[in-house]
Nanobody, 126 residues
Framework: QIQLMESGGGYVPAGGSLRLSCISS????????MGWFRQTPGQEREGVAA????????YYADSVKGRFDVSRDSAKSTLYLQMDSLKPEDTAKYYC???????????????????WGQGTLVTVSS
């Protein structure tokens, strides 16, 4: 069974940087896709970035393109999210997920067999 654990959240001023990590209990190639999602109180969880664990193809929400970078280290079974030029609107709880993509879709499309971490809180002050 896959277990995911995020770390690296914290409090940072606007314009600052953070790097989130997500360690998997199994090889990250156990699923075709991994991704980062975020959620604020009263809002639906939204996709931030995703990566195909094999080919390394990456996907980003428009709101974070050019500021965030998703990567993986297969040897360490770890997914990363480098977040630069942070804005107050990036404040949220960030979740790591491992999942499968629907047939004919990409890792940014329909997903199933999701496994989620417990989340890590990111707070960006203005």
């Amino acid at each position: 069974q896959i277990q995911l654990m995020e770390s690296g959240g914290g409090y940072v001023p606007a314009g600052g940087s953070l790097r989130l990590s997500c360690i998997s209990s199994v090889s990250i190639s156990a699923t075709h896709c991994m991704g980062w999602f975020r959620q604020t109180p009263g809002q639906e969880r939204e996709g931030v970035a995703a990566i195909a664990t094999g080919a390394g193809t990456t996907y980003y929400a428009d709101s974070v393109k050019g500021r965030f970078d998703v990567s993986r280290d297969s040897a360490k079974s770890t997914l990363y999210l480098q977040m630069d030029s942070l804005k107050p609107e990036d404040t949220a709880k960030y979740y790591c997920a491992a999942y499968e993509r629907a047939y004919g879709s990409t890792c940014w499309g329909r997903r199933y067999r999701e496994v989620w971490g417990q989340g890590t809180l990111v707070t960006v002050s203005s």
